[in-house]
């Protein structure tokens, strides 16, 4: 299992329903279950516990990036792009002497000390007893902040901008080797030489020289760049075009240890939301998939992007 089971996106799910009716009549829910009756009849309990709770299973066919097995159910709620977590009736428990199904509710804000940061069990509680478990599943099973959504995708548009920033470092790299510098020490002076209206014997070496101080003052220019971007996630609320909008412009959120669920949230309509975001997310909307655009932003997909400031 991996911790990223919890970075499941809602529209990467095929919804799934417990299937308990000819069950419950026949037996007592107390009573011993088999291994299809067990995630069935816990299920049922969690969603007859939390309002609004619904499940899934992933559909490998929508996200290719993974393949995860159908014994895990995911938890979500309408209006919440991402899955809560998951439950499942299984034995996860690092090399266990005799193997024994637990009720495993797995979850972003659980924290299992009893396992390593680096393990998916650092993110569950499990237990032989269902009653336990449905505990579990009503304190953890939970939306999480907008701030922490936007924290999930946010290396993708890191890479984006990194990746344009790079290009320009490779293309004053190459004219700076046509040109047959080693380093940039002569540059200032050919630069002096240029400004002085000095033209080199050779016509195909000036226009190299010329090159190279374009591709200079571009990348001079480019390295002044920073990321500010804002994390968006349009939906319908009460048939109104709704942009939930959490900003992310702010040096903290390069800090590993910021605490993302800190960032506060607007909410805009159409009719409200600035211009320059808007005209941004009808650009990146045009995308067939995901992907970055520089100076625009990063289509994350299921209506949610990052928009460049």
Aim: hydrophobic letters at 35%; one cysteine or more; proline letters at 4%.
């Amino acid at each position: 299992m991996q911790k990223a089971f919890l970075d499941v996106r809602v529209g990467q799910l095929d919804p799934w329903q417990p299937k308990v009716e000819d069950y419950l009549p026949k037996k007592s829910l107390s009573d011993s279950l088999s291994v299809p009756d067990a995630i069935d009849v816990f299920a049922f309990e969690v969603q007859h516990s939390i309002r609004g709770i619904k499940f899934g299973t992933h559909n490998s066919d929508r996200d290719n990036k993974l393949k995860i097995s159908n014994k895990y159910k995911f938890a979500y709620m309408d209006g919440q792009p991402y899955v809560l977590g998951y439950i499942c009736y299984d034995d996860p428990r690092d090399n266990p002497q005799q193997h024994e199904y637990h009720y495993v509710v797995c979850s972003p804000y659980i924290t299992n000390m009893k396992y390593a940061n680096y393990s998916a069990q650092k993110n569950m509680r499990m237990s032989v007893n269902r009653e336990s478990a449905l505990k579990h599943a009503k304190a953890f099973l939970r939306p999480r902040s907008f701030g922490n959504l936007a924290k999930i995708g946010y290396k993708n548009i890191q890479y984006g901008f990194s990746r344009e920033r790079g290009k320009f470092v490779e293309d004053f790299r190459k004219a700076r080797e046509v040109v047959g510098l080693q380093n940039d020490s002569l540059i200032p002076e050919l630069s002096h030489l240029i400004d002085m209206g000095h033209n080199f014997l050779d016509a195909d070496i000036h226009e190299k020289v010329l090159d190279l101080l374009d591709k200079n003052k571009l990348l001079k220019a480019d390295q002044e760049k920073k990321l500010n971007a804002v994390f968006v996630y349009a939906y319908m609320r009460h048939n109104v075009e709704t942009f939930n909008v959490v900003d992310l412009s702010g040096d903290e959120v390069r800090n590993y240890n910021f605490d993302w669920g800190s960032l506060s949230v607007k909410e805009y309509t159409s009719d409200t939301i600035p211009g320059d975001i808007k005209s941004k997310l009808v650009s990146l909307n045009m995308l067939q998939g995901e992907g970055f655009v520089d100076d625009v932003g990063y289509k994350v997909g299921d209506n949610m992007f990052y928009v460049a400031l």
